[in-house]
């Protein structure tokens, strides 16, 4: 199901925010989300900015965001850490990562464009937004 627009495909994308105090509404970008269902691929990018987590609090545990982005990461990927999401196809485990959620790592809106390379499109948006 390749789109119209000169062999481009649709890809929907999410950022993930790292809201280490959910009372004071601070965030950090710290990933994104690819999904392209005509390629039937779906992969998160992360990257996360110690200083800056820490800078909003200093208390946070860095090494839960790093689990949970992770997670994030696995699920993607379908490997064994991805648990039952695991048999899900590219799309259910993309609507799954993206639903709210009210844990210290949150899917932001979601984001359409065409892309001829869904993983070059994850790549730049995780340096555009991201980085």
């Known amino acids: 199901m390749t789109g119209l627009h000169n ?3 649709v ?7 790292v809201v280490p105090r959910v009372e004071r509404g601070e965030m950090i ?4 989300v690819v999904y392209c269902r005509a ?3 779906v ?3 992360t990257y996360l900015d110690e200083a800056r987590l820490l800078a909003l609090d200093p208390a946070v545990d860095v090494e839960g965001v790093r689990a949970a982005l992770g997670a994030v990461e696995s699920i993607c990927q379908g490997g064994e850490r991805a648990g039952q999401a695991a ?8 609507r799954w990562l993206i639903a709210p959620r009210s844990t210290i ?8 464009g065409l892309t001829t390379d869904p993983a070059a499109e994850a790549e730049r948006l995780v340096e555009l937004l991201v980085r």
């Open 7 to 9: 062999g481009r495909d």
């Open 11 to 17: 890809f929907e994308y999410a950022l993930l925010k």
């Open 29 to 32: 970008n710290a990933g994104v």
């Open 39 to 41: 390629r039937r691929f």
């Open 43 to 45: 992969e998160a990018r």
């Open 87 to 94: 048999g899900d196809d590219a799309g259910r485990r993309f």
């Open 105 to 112: 790592v949150q899917p932001g809106p979601v984001h359409t």
